[in-house]
């Protein structure tokens, strides 16, 4: 059995987004947007059905204009986990959004220009126990705060630290503080000095990360970095592609550090002592895995060299030999399959097993 590392998580104030609880050590939550205008039901349903059962636990919405806002309430209808409102300078759409049951605004209070508006946004967002979350992006800083730092962590924590003042002036506290950036390090920073600054949730993120493999590896080290030293409550996996890949993303990142147990496909590179197709059989078991409940792990081994250790120390495995392979579960042998059954026969057997 693996020992498990345990991460010591830096203390946050607890925010309540709909029915789950942000910061104050509940568990990371996994968040993801839509792709698709916010005013077309169906498809957004579509894929808010799918990122729920990837694993994504909340949801944003883009609200551009009133038709986007008008459909948050039939959305709400419809799902199960919280909607977030994104509304970038329109109060009117921050004030409709509330309205039509959003569990929560992404808003900068910076932004909406007149104070009283903001004092209104702010006095409906207390009464309904609607929290806000900040949202500072390296490519939309203020000009004067570009003018005095460029686009460095300081002047990301400052621009937040602004919009946290106007909240705080209103004595509204159920806000959560992201400080996005495209580049790495910048991000990484950012947040290490956002953590000392507030004690508000975090949420994380590396904005315009890029396409899946770029982004998701820009994420892991930005997102991972900061995970691993205890910094943030919830994460998003920012990808040119479609949202369920950065569920999976995000997914992986937390079960990487032990802060989730979740289902581990571990596989061999493979070499050229394999004579089996290593490298498909491990990407339908991990297709198919998805769908298990962890925490669990399983091996996919190209052969008998380094197979039989990580098949002995995984819950169950394939190790291949000459056109086929040696079925584990439970760190013991069970059969010989030919090839061509070998992952249906291993999903088989822990079907079998989780019984
Ligand atoms: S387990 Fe076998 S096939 Fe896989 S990398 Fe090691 S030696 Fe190569």
Redesign the pocket.
Known sequence: MKKQTVIRRKKTRAVKVGNLILGDGQPLRIQSMTKVPTRDVSAVLEQIDRLVEAGCEIVRVACPGEEDVKALGKIKKKISIPLVADIHFNYRLALMAIDEGADKLRLNPGNIGDRDRVAEIVEKAKRHHIPIRIGVNSGSLEKDLMKKYGPTPEALVESARRHVAILEALDFHETVISLKAADVPTMIAAYRLASQKFDYPLHLGVTEAGTLIRGSVYNAIGVGTLLQEGIGDTIRVSLTADPVEEVKVAKMILESLDLRQGVRVI????????EID?AKLAQEVESRAMKLKGPLTIAV???????PG?AQGADFAI??GQKKGMIYAAGKQERVVDEKDLVNELFKEIKKHKK
Do not use: D, F, L, Q
């Open positions: 596989s061999c590179p493979t070499c050229g002592r394999s290593t081994m190209g052969c008998a060299v380094n197979g990580e190790t291949g």
